[in-house]
């Protein structure tokens, strides 16, 4: 399901970082902590009285690279076209500057709720301050404070109430995926070679995020499917091509809305710092993954060629061992036939069970082969486990004390498991809980 999405937009050193870091507050930490992800800090998955939602921070700007204006603008724009809800954030500090109202100005165009928050309120004489922001026309400002916490609650209750309201959730039986990567990876071209086929079946459905319309397929075996949008079907002009922020807020609605993601890599300029984001954010939401080398068919080749892509794939993307690769030409249609019955395989994968009894075999199998290391003069004892849940398949492990599991035992765990069932293409979870 698509969630939310809340922009935090104002003039540089308002404290947006700030209090982006505070919203997220310990969901930053529950993301798994696997060496090799990395994390632009611009987006981020927040929770408000059970209530999810994304959050992205536009700021962190240097205003002397460029002209005033044409940054504010560009943070602007970007915000207003992807939020359902705008914070504007002014600071108590400086009080109403010019660039506070410049910036309002582009808000008070759009159609976009805003609501107005003033940071920097650290104590009660503070609040007399914020009497002035009401000119900037958006109603009553919050007062706020990044430093300490305060006056958030309030803010988000206000911000919620802007939300859209939840969708029904309507039953689909297709296999919803998504190819998501940095602007000119050839996603486009993948979704026209695709749809482009004579032998397959295409209808237009309509989207639940924003007007978008995705497309649904059958293949001549009879697996149906459905293509997400992503910004690779529409072009939204070169400022937003151009521009990594909006390419991640794309990449983030499609890939909630996906049971299956397709990272698209190009295999003209290899790996870039901006694939990473994009995939690592498919990584932490749970979703099945499959890497796309694109344009394979513009390089000269070997016999070592595609061995050493992979070890450079795997290499960087090391929270993605779990991910096929498959090196594809949307020009030549090299192996785009192989895409569907791979992401049938991984989307079952997904969505795999395991029986309690199956799964203690194969823990007391691995405790066996390798029995877990004293730490501290105690030593890690392991009870039961069993599946909680799937899409990403998450198991619980019962122990006498978590904290006694270490990370690289943890990791040999979930590669056991690995051995024993078919988990190509999904991460899976393990959580570690004291038995009761």
């Given amino acids: 399901m698509a969630y939310p999405i809340v922009a935090i937009v104002g003039r540089p050193n308002v404290g947006k970082s700030t209090i982006f870091n505070r919203i997220a507050g310990d969901r ?46 560009q943070q602007a724009e970007i915000a207003i076209d992807e939020a359902d809800v705008i914070v504007f954030m ?14 309002a100005k582009i808000l008070y165009r759009s159609n976009k709720p ?59 039986q297709t296999i919803r995926f998504s190819f998501i990567g940095r602007p000119n990876v050839g996603k486009s071209s993948l979704v026209n070679a695709i749809l482009g086929e004579e032998r397959v079946i295409v209808s237009d459905i309509a989207g639940t995020t924003r007007d978008a319309i995705d497309t649904r397929f059958t293949t001549p075996e009879g697996d149906e ?38 990272m698209v890599l190009n295999a003209e300029e290899g790996i870039r710092d901006q694939d990473k984001h994009v995939a690592g954010y498919a990584h932490e939401a749970g979703r099945a993954v499959i890497i796309l080398v694109n344009k394979w068919d513009t390089l ?30 949307a020009k030549t249609k090299q192996r785009l036939d192989k895409i569907p019955a791979l992401i049938k395989r991984v989307n079952e994968n997904h969505q795999r069970r395991i029986q309690s009894s199956t799964l ?14 004293n730490m501290n003069g105690k030593r890690l004892r392991v009870y039961y486990a069993t599946q909680v849940a799937v899409q990403p398949p998450t198991f619980v492990v019962f122990v006498n004390e978590p904290e006694l599991m270490h990370f690289s035992y943890e990791r040999f765990l979930e590669n056991q498991i690995r051995k024993a069932f078919d988990f190509t293409g999904t991460p899976i979870h393990l959580i570690k809980r004291a038995r009761t």
């Fill in 225 to 262: 499917f459905t293509m997400v949008d992503t910004a690779g079907i529409r072009k939204r002009g070169k400022v937003y091509e151009s521009t990594e922020k909006y390419s991640v807020m794309r990449a983030m609605r499609a890939i909630d809305d996906s049971n299956v993601v397709l």
């Fill in 114 to 172: 805003v609501v107005l928050a003033v940071n920097k309120v650290d104590n009660v004489e503070k609040r007399a301050d914020i009497y002035d922001f009401y000119a900037l026309g958006f109603g009553e400002p919050f007062p706020i404070s990044g430093s300490h916490g305060t006056g958030l609650g309030d803010l988000l209750d206000e911000v919620m109430g802007h939300f859209p309201e939840k969708e029904e959730n309507v039953e689909d």
């Fill in 360 to 373: 203690n075999e194969v823990i007391m199998d691995a405790l066996a082969l390798n029995p877990a290391p």
């Fill in 300 to 329: 000269e080749k070997d016999n070592h060629t595609m061995g050493e892509f992979e070890d450079l794939i795997r290499t960087e993307f090391q929270y993605l061992s779990y991910a096929p690769i498959i090196f594809v030409s």
């Fill in 28 to 73: 930053i930490s529950i993301v798994e902590d696997t060496p090799g992800v990395t994390r632009d800090r611009i987006y981020t998955r927040a929770e408000w009285l059970t209530r999810e939602f994304r959050l992205i921070d536009t700021g962190g700007i240097d205003m002397s690279d460029e002209p005033f204006m044409s940054q504010i603008v």
């Fill in 90 to 103: 002014v600071s108590a500090i400086e009080g109403l500057t010019d660039a506070d109202e410049r910036v």
